[in-house]
């Protein structure tokens, strides 16, 4: 695996980088707000339940979406995440939390990992298994 570190001003730069080819974009415990923070809101369950007008403070959950969504999702401007970008459907049973460290890797590439985006406020981190996407971006 590659890797690079970049500053970035904002998550427009991350969406600039970015594979395109690629739809299938697990963000791993995606906090839409800031951890502090108390809002109102309503949570739809899998059963059809819905939890109406609950306060909640720092919510955070996995979540899989095309190209549109994850660009919807950066303009919400939150400034940690992590974007997995895959080659082929996430099954519902993969856990990256729960993969052995000495196999993580390999085990990420066998099921379509492609690129990692890694965002801590103003630094990215990209991890990728395509040499050439690393090579490019350090071109430009």
Not at 30 to 56: A, C, M, S, Y
Request: proline share 2%; glycine share 4%; charged share 30%.
């Amino acid at each position: 695996m590659e890797y690079l570190r970049i500053e970035i001003n904002s998550n427009n730069d991350v969406w600039r980088l970015i594979d395109k080819s690629l739809e299938y974009n697990l963000l791993l415990n995606f906090r839409p707000n800031e951890i502090l923070e108390w809002w109102k809101t309503d949570i739809h369950l899998k059963q059809g339940k819905i939890l109406k007008g609950i306060t909640v403070r720092d919510l955070q959950f996995d979540l899989i979406t095309d190209l549109k969504g994850l660009k919807e999702l950066l303009q919400l401007n939150v400034h940690q995440f992590e974007i997995y970008q895959f080659n082929k459907p996430v099954s519902d049973t993969f856990r990256i939390q729960s993969l052995p460290g000495d196999n993580k890797e390999k085990i990420l590439q066998d099921n379509g990992l492609v690129h990692i985006f890694d965002c801590r406020f103003e630094i990215l981190q990209i991890s990728s298994m395509d040499t050439k996407f690393i090579a490019k971006i350090k071109n430009h």
